[in-house]
C-alpha cells in the first residue's frame, strides 16, 4: 500500500507541475501583444471585384483579388459562379467574361489555348458540363429558341468569279445539324423566334423575304437599286412593318396580307433653290417628313485636278475679333464634330415645306404625335462665347409653327431640354431664371406655369455654385390617368378643399370608359403562367398604395423582398369602376373574375399590343414586354 501511495502522490504532483506550465503558458500567450496593422497586412485584405447577375437573378459572377493590386496573386483570374438557389459555387480560371442564354440553364465564354487560338466554351448550368463549340462560325445562341444564328463572311472566289458576300447560319443546339442563307444582309426574328425577315443581297437589287425560321421563304418585295433598305421597323404582334430607301421612298408592308406599299416618294418635294437633302425621317405617323438640307455642293470632276495651293509658311497669323461667337480653340476644336445644316419639317398631305430650326440649332419634335403643329427647338449660339468658363452650357428655347413658319421666344438661359409627353401634345421644362416648372401646349404654342401653385419651392434650395438652382427632381410624364391629371383642372379645385385624390378618381373613371382592355399574360418567377383576355390594367407593388392613395396591395410589404402584382381583368366597366371606388378607400378584396393579386419576386408581363407605362410617376413610355424584378438594398434612404 506504501508503494501505491507512494506512486499516486507522484502522479498528483506531475499533474500539478503540468496544469502550473499549462497556465504559465496560456499566461504568457494572452500578455503577448498582437501584431500592429502595417503594409503587409493591408496587402493581405481581399475585395469583391466586377460583380454582376444574370438576366433571371439566378447566378451571381464575381472574382476575389486583393484589395491593393499585387501582380503576383494568381487566383485574381478565377471566375466564380454562384448559384442563389443550391448555394454552391463554380469556378473558372483565366475566364475574361461570360454569357447566359437559354433562361440561365446555360453559358458560353472564351479562353485561350497554348497556341493563342480562342476557343468558346459551353456551359451547363448547373451540372457545370463543358463542352467545346468546334464549328467554324461563332456562337451566338437566340434568346428563346434552341438554336445559334451568326453570320460569316464568305470570301471572293476569283476563280469562279464570285464576289464576297455575307451568310446567315443557323445550326440547332441539340443536334448540331444547320442550313445557311447566302448574301444576307439586315435580318430579325419574330413570333418568339420562329420566323425571320430578312434583306437578301441581289446583283441588281435586293430582297425583302420572309418566312419560318427553317424556311420556306416568301418574297415580299424586290428592289431595282442596290441600295440596302434602312430604317427598318417591324411590329411583331401586328405584323407590319417599314423601311426607307435612298431616304427617298417609304415603303409599309404586312406580313398577314403579304404586301408592300410605297407610302411616299421624296421626289414629290420642291426643294428650295440650290438646297439639297442631306438626310430625311418619315414620323411614327407618317404625315410629317423631317428633313436636313444644305446649299447644292458642285460635284468635281474626279479627271479635272485643281492645282494644288501651298500654304504659305513664313509666318504664323492667329487673329481674334471679340464678336466671334466661339472663340478660335473651340473653332479649331468643332472642326471634327457632325456638321449640322437647316431643319425643315414636310407635310405630307399639304404638300407644304417648312423650315422649323437653323442649323446650329437642336430640334425637339414630338415623335410619337400623330399631329404636329408646333416644334420646339434650343440654341446656345449668344453663350457660345462663354464656353471655357461657364460650369453648365445655357441654351435658349424656341417654338415654332410648322404650318406657317412663325418662330417665337420662349425662355433664355435654359439648362434643362423640354421634354415631351408621348402622345406628343405638351412638353414640360424647368426655367431656372423664374424658378418654375413651365408646360408649352404642342398645339396652341403657350406656355403655361404649372408649378407656382405648389406652393413650395421646387428648386434645391441649398445650391451654392454660381449657377441658377436646379430644379428639385424631375418632372415627366405619366401613363395614363396620370397624364391626364397633371393637366386637370379638377385636380387644382379638389385639392384646395382636401379631396385632391378624389381627381384621380374621377380621370379614371373616364379613363374606363374610353379604354379597352387588351390580351395577355404574366409569368411569375419565371415558372407560372397566367393568361388573361380583358385587361384593363396591372399594377406591380412593393408598397400597399397606387397614385393618388389608391390601396390595390393590402398585404404589401416594402421590407419583405416581394412584389405584389394586382390585375384587373373580365368585368364590365361598372364593376371595375365599383373596385376604383373601393380601393380608394381601402377596401379592395380579391374577387374572382375581377381583381387577382400575386406575389413573387419577378414578373414578366406580355400586351397583345403596347399599353402606357409610369414608374412611380416617370414616363416609361408605351410597352408590350416588361420585366419587374424586386433586388434587395437597392434603394439607400438617408433619414
Not at 161 to 186: A, C, E, W
Not at 366 to 391: F, M, S
Not at 476 to 504: E, F, N, P
Given at each position: 500500500?506504501?508503494?501505491?501511495?507512494?506512486?499516486?502522490?507522484?502522479?498528483?504532483?506531475?499533474?500539478?507541475?503540468?496544469?502550473?506550465?499549462?497556465?504559465?503558458?496560456?499566461?504568457?500567450?494572452?500578455?503577448?501583444?498582437?501584431?500592429?496593422?502595417?503594409?503587409?497586412?493591408?496587402?493581405?485584405?481581399?475585395?469583391?471585384?466586377?460583380?454582376?447577375?444574370?438576366?433571371?437573378?439566378?447566378?451571381?459572377?464575381?472574382?476575389?483579388?486583393?484589395?491593393?493590386?499585387?501582380?503576383?496573386?494568381?487566383?485574381?483570374?478565377?471566375?466564380?459562379?454562384?448559384?442563389?438557389?443550391?448555394?454552391?459555387?463554380?469556378?473558372?480560371?483565366?475566364?475574361?467574361?461570360?454569357?447566359?442564354?437559354?433562361?440561365?440553364?446555360?453559358?458560353?465564354?472564351?479562353?485561350?489555348?497554348?497556341?493563342?487560338?480562342?476557343?468558346?466554351?459551353?456551359?451547363?448550368?448547373?451540372?457545370?458540363?463543358?463542352?467545346?463549340?468546334?464549328?467554324?462560325?461563332?456562337?451566338?445562341?437566340?434568346?428563346?429558341?434552341?438554336?445559334?444564328?451568326?453570320?460569316?463572311?464568305?470570301?471572293?472566289?476569283?476563280?469562279?468569279?464570285?464576289?464576297?458576300?455575307?451568310?446567315?447560319?443557323?445550326?440547332?443546339?441539340?443536334?448540331?445539324?444547320?442550313?445557311?442563307?447566302?448574301?444576307?444582309?439586315?435580318?430579325?426574328?419574330?413570333?418568339?423566334?420562329?420566323?425571320?425577315?430578312?434583306?437578301?443581297?441581289?446583283?441588281?437589287?435586293?430582297?425583302?423575304?420572309?418566312?419560318?425560321?427553317?424556311?420556306?421563304?416568301?418574297?415580299?418585295?424586290?428592289?431595282?437599286?442596290k441600295k440596302e433598305p434602312v430604317s427598318f421597323n417591324l411590329n411583331a404582334k401586328q405584323m407590319i412593318g417599314g423601311f426607307s430607301i435612298k431616304d427617298s421612298l417609304w415603303?409599309?408592308?404586312?406580313?398577314?396580307?403579304?404586301?408592300?406599299?410605297?407610302?411616299?416618294?421624296?421626289?414629290?418635294?420642291?426643294?428650295?433653290?440650290?438646297?439639297?437633302?442631306?438626310?430625311?425621317?418619315?414620323?411614327?405617323?407618317?404625315?410629317?417628313?423631317?428633313?436636313?438640307?444644305?446649299?447644292?455642293?458642285?460635284?468635281?470632276?474626279?479627271?479635272?485636278?485643281?492645282?494644288?495651293?501651298?500654304?504659305?509658311?513664313?509666318?504664323?497669323?492667329?487673329?481674334?475679333?471679340?464678336?466671334?461667337?466661339?472663340?478660335?480653340?473651340?473653332?479649331?476644336?468643332?472642326?471634327?464634330?457632325?456638321?449640322?445644316?437647316?431643319?425643315?419639317?414636310?407635310?405630307?398631305?399639304?404638300?407644304?415645306?417648312?423650315?422649323?430650326?437653323?442649323?446650329?440649332?437642336?430640334?425637339?419634335?414630338?415623335?410619337?404625335?400623330?399631329?404636329?403643329?408646333?416644334?420646339?427647338?434650343?440654341?446656345?449660339?449668344?453663350?457660345?462665347?462663354?464656353?471655357?468658363?461657364?460650369?453648365?452650357?445655357?441654351?435658349?428655347?424656341?417654338?415654332?409653327?410648322?404650318?406657317?413658319?412663325?418662330?417665337?421666344?420662349?425662355?433664355?438661359?435654359?439648362?434643362?431640354?423640354?421634354?415631351?409627353?408621348?402622345?406628343?401634345?405638351?412638353?414640360?421644362?424647368?426655367?431656372?431664371?423664374?424658378?418654375?416648372?413651365?408646360?408649352?401646349?404642342?398645339?396652341?404654342?403657350?406656355?403655361?406655369?404649372?408649378?407656382?401653385?405648389?406652393?413650395?419651392?421646387?428648386?434645391?434650395?441649398?445650391?451654392?455654385?454660381?449657377?441658377?438652382?436646379?430644379?428639385?427632381?424631375?418632372?415627366?410624364?405619366?401613363?395614363?390617368?396620370?397624364?391626364?391629371?397633371?393637366?386637370?383642372?379638377?385636380?387644382?379645385?379638389?385639392?384646395?378643399?382636401?379631396?385632391?385624390?378624389?381627381?384621380?378618381?374621377?380621370?379614371?373613371?373616364?379613363?374606363?370608359?374610353?379604354?379597352?382592355?387588351?390580351?395577355?399574360?404574366?409569368?411569375?418567377?419565371?415558372?407560372?403562367?397566367?393568361?388573361?383576355?380583358?385587361?384593363?390594367?396591372?399594377?406591380?407593388?412593393?408598397?400597399?398604395?397606387?397614385?393618388?392613395?389608391?390601396?390595390?396591395?393590402?398585404?404589401?410589404?416594402?421590407?419583405?423582398?416581394?412584389?405584389?402584382?394586382?390585375?384587373?381583368?373580365?368585368?364590365?366597366?361598372?364593376?371595375?369602376?365599383?373596385?376604383?371606388?373601393?380601393?380608394?378607400?381601402?377596401?379592395?378584396?380579391?374577387?374572382?373574375?375581377?381583381?387577382?393579386?400575386?406575389?413573387?419576386?419577378?414578373?414578366?408581363?406580355?400586351?397583345?399590343?403596347?399599353?402606357?407605362?409610369?414608374?412611380?410617376?416617370?414616363?416609361?413610355?408605351?410597352?408590350?414586354?416588361?420585366?419587374?424584378?424586386?433586388?434587395?438594398?437597392?434603394?439607400?434612404?438617408?433619414?
Amino acid at each position: 500500500m506504501k508503494g501505491e501511495d507512494k506512486m499516486n502522490r507522484t502522479i498528483i504532483r506531475i499533474g500539478i507541475a503540468v496544469g502550473l506550465l499549462i497556465g504559465f503558458g496560456q499566461n504568457i500567450k494572452a500578455q503577448t501583444p498582437k501584431k500592429p496593422i502595417d503594409i503587409d497586412a493591408c496587402m493581405s485584405w481581399m475585395r469583391v471585384e466586377s460583380p454582376d447577375i444574370s438576366p433571371t437573378g439566378r447566378w451571381v459572377t464575381y472574382r476575389i483579388v486583393p484589395m491593393e493590386y499585387n501582380p503576383e496573386y494568381k487566383d485574381g483570374k478565377i471566375l466564380y459562379l454562384f448559384d442563389s438557389r443550391t448555394r454552391k459555387e463554380i469556378l473558372l480560371e483565366d475566364v475574361e467574361n461570360i454569357e447566359f442564354y437559354n433562361s440561365d440553364q446555360a453559358a458560353y465564354y472564351q479562353v485561350s489555348d497554348s497556341t493563342g487560338n480562342a476557343k468558346t466554351i459551353l456551359l451547363e448550368l448547373p451540372s457545370g458540363t463543358k463542352t467545346e463549340w468546334t464549328y467554324k462560325e461563332a456562337f451566338r445562341p437566340a434568346k428563346g429558341i434552341p438554336y445559334s444564328i451568326s453570320v460569316t463572311n464568305v470570301p471572293k472566289d476569283t476563280i469562279n468569279h464570285v464576289p464576297s458576300f455575307d451568310r446567315l447560319i443557323v445550326r440547332h443546339l441539340k443536334n448540331g445539324t444547320s442550313f445557311q442563307i447566302d448574301s444576307i444582309g439586315y435580318y430579325t426574328l419574330y413570333n418568339e423566334g420562329q420566323s425571320i425577315i430578312f434583306v437578301r443581297k441581289q446583283a441588281k437589287g435586293n430582297a425583302l423575304c420572309y418566312g419560318p425560321l427553317t424556311g420556306p421563304y416568301q418574297t415580299i418585295y424586290q428592289s431595282s437599286v442596290k441600295k440596302e433598305p434602312v430604317s427598318f421597323n417591324l411590329n411583331a404582334k401586328q405584323m407590319i412593318g417599314g423601311f426607307s430607301i435612298k431616304d427617298s421612298l417609304w415603303y409599309n408592308f404586312s406580313l398577314k396580307k403579304n404586301t408592300c406599299d410605297l407610302v411616299f416618294d421624296r421626289k414629290e418635294i420642291v426643294l428650295p433653290a440650290r438646297m439639297e437633302l442631306v438626310r430625311a425621317n418619315l414620323s411614327s405617323s407618317q404625315k410629317f417628313l423631317t428633313m436636313e438640307l444644305r446649299p447644292y455642293q458642285e460635284k468635281i470632276n474626279k479627271d479635272k485636278k485643281e492645282e494644288e495651293i501651298k500654304p504659305d509658311k513664313s509666318f504664323e497669323l492667329e487673329l481674334w475679333t471679340w464678336d466671334e461667337y466661339e472663340v478660335p480653340t473651340l473653332q479649331t476644336r468643332s472642326r471634327y464634330f457632325r456638321p449640322q445644316y437647316s431643319k425643315y419639317i414636310y407635310d405630307i398631305a399639304s404638300r407644304k415645306l417648312t423650315e422649323v430650326a437653323p442649323g446650329h440649332a437642336d430640334l425637339l419634335e414630338p415623335d410619337r404625335a400623330e399631329e404636329i403643329h408646333n416644334v420646339l427647338y434650343t440654341d446656345e449660339t449668344p453663350y457660345c462665347a462663354q464656353k471655357d468658363w461657364l460650369n453648365e452650357m445655357p441654351f435658349d428655347i424656341y417654338s415654332v409653327n410648322v404650318h406657317t413658319g412663325e418662330k417665337q421666344l420662349v425662355g433664355r438661359s435654359y439648362r434643362t431640354r423640354p421634354r415631351w409627353s408621348m402622345n406628343g401634345k405638351w412638353a414640360v421644362m424647368y426655367d431656372p431664371i423664374a424658378q418654375v416648372w413651365n408646360k408649352f401646349d404642342g398645339k396652341t404654342g403657350e406656355v403655361t406655369d404649372i408649378s407656382t401653385a405648389i406652393g413650395y419651392p421646387i428648386f434645391e434650395e441649398t445650391y451654392d455654385k454660381p449657377n441658377p438652382a436646379p430644379a428639385c427632381g424631375i418632372a415627366g410624364w405619366t401613363a395614363m390617368v396620370c397624364q391626364d391629371i397633371l393637366h386637370s383642372k379638377t385636380k387644382r379645385g379638389l385639392s384646395k378643399v382636401g379631396l385632391g385624390k378624389l381627381s384621380y378618381m374621377l380621370v379614371g373613371a373616364k379613363r374606363i370608359l374610353f379604354t379597352r382592355p387588351v390580351k395577355g399574360y404574366l409569368v411569375l418567377d419565371g415558372a407560372q403562367k397566367v393568361e388573361f383576355n380583358h385587361i384593363y390594367f396591372v399594377a406591380v407593388h412593393n408598397h400597399p398604395y397606387e397614385g393618388g392613395g389608391f390601396r390595390f396591395a393590402p398585404g404589401a410589404d416594402p421590407g419583405d423582398g416581394r412584389l405584389n402584382v394586382c390585375v384587373i381583368h373580365s368585368a364590365s366597366r361598372l364593376r371595375v369602376l365599383k373596385l376604383l371606388i373601393s380601393a380608394l378607400f381601402g377596401m379592395t378584396k380579391k374577387k374572382k373574375n375581377r381583381i387577382r393579386c400575386y406575389t413573387c419576386q419577378e414578373v414578366e408581363i406580355h400586351m397583345d399590343q403596347p399599353m402606357a407605362v409610369h414608374a412611380d410617376g416617370e414616363d416609361c413610355l408605351c410597352q408590350q414586354d416588361i420585366h419587374v424584378r424586386c433586388i434587395p438594398q437597392k434603394l439607400r434612404m438617408i433619414v
